[in-house]
């Protein structure tokens, strides 16, 4: 399953990307969702980011993605983080970041994620709850960024 999300902040592109780090991470946690973050290495080929998730009435849950990829020009810069260890049902993992530049002042933001859950057919129930996590996302980068010049 996918979920896409554009947002345009009134950010120079090189502001945003040098942004992407663990404060805006702790920063765009979903409302309702406890999480603590144990390791974040960064945004580089090769870096983790190790999670504790606490949902209602859920036992405490790991989350280990791996930066898997990260490129970029004086255009567009993107990552890809992975998920190497996931909380039930989700059994697969690829978020896609992106930033690009609009021109000098304004840069967009893209979150291009690809899941899947084992069993399938939870795939169909995760969609909205992830699709809610991610959702208040503009919102938040716009906020986050609104100082960032």
């Known amino acids: 399953m996918k979920l896409y999300f554009e947002t345009t902040v009134a950010t120079p592109f090189e502001a945003v990307k040098e942004n992407f780090n663990e404060r805006l991470f702790s920063y765009l946690k979903p409302p309702g969702v406890g999480f603590s973050i144990r390791r974040f290495d960064g945004v580089k080929k090769g870096d983790e980011i190790h999670l504790e998730i606490n949902l209602p009435s859920v036992l405490s849950r790991k989350w280990v993605s791996v930066v898997t990829h990260e ?3 004086d255009k567009a810069w993107s990552f890809v983080d992975e998920g190497k260890l996931l909380p039930w049902p989700l059994s697969r993992w690829r978020h896609a970041h992106w930033v690009v530049r609009l021109n000098d002042r304004h840069s967009k933001i893209i979150d291009d994620i690809y899941f899947e ?3 399938s057919f939870l795939e169909t129930t995760m969609k909205p709850l992830l699709w809610s996590a991610f959702a208040i996302r ?3 980068y716009k906020k986050f960024f ?3 010049v």
């Open 71 to 73: 490129e970029g020009n």
């Open 117 to 119: 859950c084992s069993p």
């Open 138 to 140: 503009p919102a938040l």
């Open 146 to 148: 609104k100082d960032k």
